[in-house]
């Protein structure tokens, strides 16, 4: 695993992060990356610290500024966004389902989630960015469906409708968030299991160093809190271009949480496809059950994204987190999360 940052390159870093940190096209055309603070503990990937955040460096060296100078969005577009490790796969599967229903109805037996991953399907802007040109997301036809992990404040003012004075409405985006302490475990688990197919041994990577680093925001796109705050207080504020859902109320209630998704996409289930179970059926297909069983997700598959496909079914439960952490672990954590949270209204405590 790497090594610590010296203090020199720590001394450096808090120089560049005090910073004044510009933003739009040609400020992220202009980061210089070896200024920005580093972070080398959580694999696979080396971290740098962008406006607050820390992202992967090859993100920030080629995706991030491509986000901003090359990507065209669509006033059609639809953006999956999320806190790795929060119900991106799921939501992904969800919309992907509910938006293209007619073209391929979820009872097919060769519906499209039957033949690739979800991430094949819904690809992360900045990561797909990161390896290729924009000629992928321009072939696809509209509406798109999009997924990305960045910030909320490090989006495109094309994409959030914050460009040109907030004369643009911007893209319609869809924000999951869950619990900090269940976000932590599924992350450490999935980087334990992923980094293998990029090349990086993480099996000596202990829930011990990742639990000390997320606390310290210190993993890609971390603070999770702060990630999830952004998009929060975008959708109190315009509810019509920003729908924030929670994790654990959707594993409850699956069936109005995608009513919901699909009218804030445009595509409302009308009276006959509810009484034909279409909603039903969109449900059972991406549930985890299936999605696990299906014989693309468990045959040694890997997808866009260079992982096995399998890597990203796990549990997919709520609370898992007591099972590798402490009583104390979890106590800081809340703890930290409540400090950062104190004055801003948001909580991460579900409604039930």
Request: net charge negative; glycine share 8%.
């Amino acid at each position: 695993m790497a090594s610590t940052p010296s203090e020199d390159e720590a001394r450096e870093g808090s120089s560049a992060s005090s910073m004044a940190i510009p933003h739009g096209a040609d400020a992220a055309a202009e980061i210089v990356v070896p200024w920005l603070p580093l972070e080398t503990r959580w694999p696979p990937f080396l971290l740098r610290q962008y406006a607050g955040f820390w992202l992967p460096e090859v993100t920030l060296k080629v995706g991030f500024p491509a986000v901003h100078s090359v990507f065209e969005p669509r006033p059609t577009d639809v953006f999956m966004a999320s806190f790795p490790r929060s119900g991106a796969t799921w939501l992904k599967s969800l919309a992907f389902a509910t938006l293209n229903r007619r073209t391929h109805p979820p009872l097919a037996g060769d519906h499209p989630l039957r033949r690739r991953s979800p991430h094949d399907w819904v690809r992360f802007l900045e990561i797909a960015l990161n390896t290729s040109g924009g000629e992928f997301f321009e072939a696809l036809p509209s509406p798109r469906v999009l997924a990305t992990h960045l910030p909320y404040t490090l989006l495109p003012g094309r994409i959030t409708g914050n460009s040109n004075g907030g004369s643009a409405a911007g893209c319609r985006i869809v924000y999951v968030c869950r619990d900090p302490k269940d976000a932590l475990v599924s992350y450490w688990l999935f980087t334990r299991k992923a980094s293998p197919d990029l090349g990086v041994d993480a099996g000596s990577f202990t829930i011990h160093e990742a639990f000390d680093l997320f606390c310290e925001g210190r993993c890609a796109c971390g603070p999770q809190w702060q990630h999830a705050l952004e998009y929060w207080e975008e959708s109190v504020r315009r509810p019509d271009r920003v729908l924030f859902l929670r994790y654990e109320e959707m594993l409850l209630e699956p069936k109005s949480h995608l009513r919901k998704l699909a009218k804030f996409m445009g595509c409302d289930f009308s009276d006959e496809e509810e009484e034909q179970g279409v909603v039903s059926a969109i449900v059972e297909l991406c549930s985890l059950g299936k999605m696990k069983d299906m014989e693309v997700n468990n045959r040694n598959v890997s997808n866009s994204l260079g992982i096995k496909n399998e890597t990203f079914f796990r549990k997919g439960v709520s609370g898992d987190w007591t099972n590798h952490l402490t009583s104390e672990m979890a106590r800081r954590l809340d703890k930290i999360v409540e400090d950062a949270l104190q004055g801003s209204g948001f909580t991460f405590a579900t409604s039930r």
